[in-house]
Nanobody, 123 residues
């Protein structure tokens, strides 16, 4: 089993930045793919970004490409999401996920999930 705990969410003005972190515990995550998803009120959970087990390969949703950067530190068992140039439409609960067998964008592809952290971007 893997436990994931997100942190770093908050309220920020449009154009601002936030850095989300996800701490993993339990079974090692250094050899699994990980990702970030988000869910806005009334909408389905959607893919944001994912990263290979080594950190060498990343993939982003078109809506965040060029603004968000996913990274991981396997020595510390942490996953991060640097979010710049935030927009009101980025407002959502952001979830850390682990356990995919590759660079995957589907919710069902990930076995482990955190509880989420709220990000609110004001206009």
């Amino acid at each position: 089993q893997v436990q994931l705990v997100e942190s770093g969410g908050g309220l920020v003005q449009a154009g601002g930045s936030l850095r989300l972190s996800c701490a993993a515990s339990g079974r090692t995550v250094s050899n699994v793919y990980m990702g970030w998803f988000r869910q806005a009120p009334g909408k389905e959970r959607e893919f944001v970004a994912c990263i290979s087990w080594s950190g060498g390969i990343t993939y982003y949703a078109d809506s965040v490409k060029g603004r968000f950067t996913i990274s991981r530190d396997n020595a510390k068992s942490t996953l991060s999401l640097q979010m710049n140039s935030l927009k009101p439409e980025d407002t959502a609960v952001y979830y850390c996920a682990a356990g995919a067998q590759g660079l995957r964008v589907g919710v069902k592809e990930y076995a482990y999930w955190g509880q989420g952290t709220q990000v609110t971007v004001s206009s």
